[in-house]
């Protein structure tokens, strides 16, 4: 570790050091980018930065962008149109106002960036952002630093104990990233080019934050990775692990209560995952496993690596081993090349196997990635209706499976209040927002309580006797 990357605790923070400046951080994108933008506010905030809500009281705006789609990278020139007006009015007032750009965009168009928009003073990427201080303190002598290099350094090592951070207001819930980057190159996803290779955090590193996150009141945690199932690790006797035995370990911990992981891929569920999915009370009954598309066709020139059959006798494999399991998953309409008769596999695939929540998108040309170059481009129209077929089905299931929940006790982790006074929010199992009247308890109690209505985006709730 050089003097350069040290973290420096928030308690070695002389009083009132730069302890002013206010930084606004909007996260674009997937859930690794909310844990990124936790993990960016704590290495600023070793650096004297508090996080605040409001955009027009900060000192720095930094957007965590998402490369995912074209749609999510335009919103990152927009904002950065709006910002460069912002930092102009504050020139004119002669306060500091500084933009930085992080996340996928700032990793796969850095460059570009700086060019377009010369109001962006720091790029820096999701890899590098432990040296977020550093490139700060360059770009106030002048520099515009675009920081998106690295090598094998671990970033973790590098940034401060999340727990040590002073003014973190953390929920009982939280996110883990144990694994980055993808090695799958399907062929219309840009991830393996903006996270880069399929990297593993170790064991000990992960249950070591595991620990801490308990230890600060945390009780669900969401393991995440772009493609968290193809972790690995080796245990303290040497073995290689997997997934699933790493659930074995965290379950360990005393004062967690539940688990949670995402996002998968199908081809890396193996028996073991499957097992702690059937051994493991405290691994939730939700499991988001995107197929993307239903025609074996189109998956092979995605370069799923799996057929249609394979992928429900997977699923039905899990649902042997836990039968009250839940599926989620995404999907893509209108990938080059996808007929009518493709498509409508999409939709069978759908109704076969029956989702509790999905995400479907129409299929965005990410230049630099084997699909911008398939012939047989789907013209929008096409996309639009078939998208709309597809989200109509879905939408159906989803609400056919919150139904099913009325009447039925479900565990309740109570999470955030509620709108209404005595009113909580909590998660069920199935990763569903629950409003109930619940004064006796708090937040971050599990309570049993009884599902009595279910609307759009929420079910409700009484608390259950006994
Ligand atoms: N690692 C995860 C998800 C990565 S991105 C996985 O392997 O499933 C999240 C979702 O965005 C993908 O599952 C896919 O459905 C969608 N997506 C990715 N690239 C896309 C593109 N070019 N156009 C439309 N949707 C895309
Ligand atoms: Fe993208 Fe495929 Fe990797 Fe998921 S598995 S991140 S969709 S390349
Ligand atoms: Fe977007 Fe990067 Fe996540 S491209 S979906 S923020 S990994």
Not at 49 to 63: G, H, I, R
Not at 178 to 195: A, H, L, M, N, S
Not at 285 to 302: E, F
Not at 369 to 391: M, N, S
Request: include cysteine; proline fraction near 5%.
């Amino acid at each position: 570790m050089t003097q350069d990357t040290a973290p420096l605790a928030a308690t070695d923070l002389p009083e009132g050091a730069a302890a002013q400046r206010k930084v606004f951080i909007k996260t674009y994108g997937c859930q690794m980018n909310v844990y990124d933008s936790g993990r960016m506010s704590d290495a600023l905030a070793a650096d004297g930065y508090v996080t605040t809500e409001d955009m027009d009281d900060a000192d720095l705006v930094l957007l965590n962008t998402c490369h995912i789609r074209e749609k999510a990278a335009e919103k990152v020139y927009s904002a950065l149109g709006r910002l460069r007006e912002t930092k102009k009015a504050r020139a004119a007032e002669g306060r500091e106002f500084m933009i930085g750009v992080a996340g996928c965009v700032a990793q796969a168009e850095g460059d570009e960036i700086a060019r377009r928009e010369p109001a962006v003073d720091v790029v820096i990427g999701p890899q590098t952002y432990h040296r977020l201080p550093q490139a700060l303190r360059r770009a106030r002598t002048g520099e515009r630093v675009v920081d998106t290099e690295y090598a094998l350094e671990d970033k973790f090592e590098h940034l401060p104990d999340p727990t040590k951070v002073k003014g973190r207001v953390r929920s009982v819930t939280a996110f883990l990233t144990v694994q980055e980057g993808c090695d799958k190159f399907c062929t219309f996803c840009v991830v393996p080019y903006t996270r880069g290779s399929e990297v593993s955090r170790p064991l000990a590193q992960i249950v070591s934050e595991a620990e801490k996150l308990v230890a600060d009141g945390v009780r669900e945690i969401t393991l995440l990775g772009q493609n968290v199932n193809a972790w690995h690790g080796v245990d303290g006797t040497g073995q290689a692990i997997g997934l699933g035995e790493l659930l074995y370990r965290l379950a360990e911990i005393r004062g967690l209560a539940r688990l949670r992981y995402t996002t998968s891929h199908p081809r890396d569920m193996d028996d073991r995952l499957i097992e702690a999915h059937r051994d493991l009370k405290m691994l939730m009954p939700y499991l988001h496993l995107p197929v993307q598309a239903g025609s074996d066709r189109i998956l092979k020139a995605m370069n799923r690596r799996h057929k249609a059959s394979e992928y429900i006798a997977l699923v039905e494999r899990i649902r042997a081993a836990r039968p009250d399991i839940a599926l989620s998953g995404d999907f893509i309409v209108g990938f080059p090349g996808e007929t009518e008769a493709d498509f409508q596999a999409t939709m069978d695939l759908v109704a076969t196997v029956g989702y509790a929540q999905a995400y479907s998108f129409k299929y965005s040309t990410r230049p630099g990635t084997p699909g911008a170059d398939l012939p047989g481009h789907v013209a929008e129209e096409v996309k639009v209706e078939r998208l709309a077929r597809l989200q109509e089905l879905l939408l159906k299931q989803q609400q056919n499976f919150s139904r099913s929940l009325i009447g039925r006790e479900i565990d309740l982790l109570l999470e955030k209040p509620g709108r209404m006074p005595g009113q909580l929010i909590g998660r069920s199992p199935w990763l569903q927002s629950v409003n109930v009247d619940a004064n006796d308890s708090k937040i971050g109690d599990i309570i049993n309580v009884r599902i009595t209505a279910a609307g759009p985006n929420s079910l409700f709730a009484e608390v259950a006797e006994g």
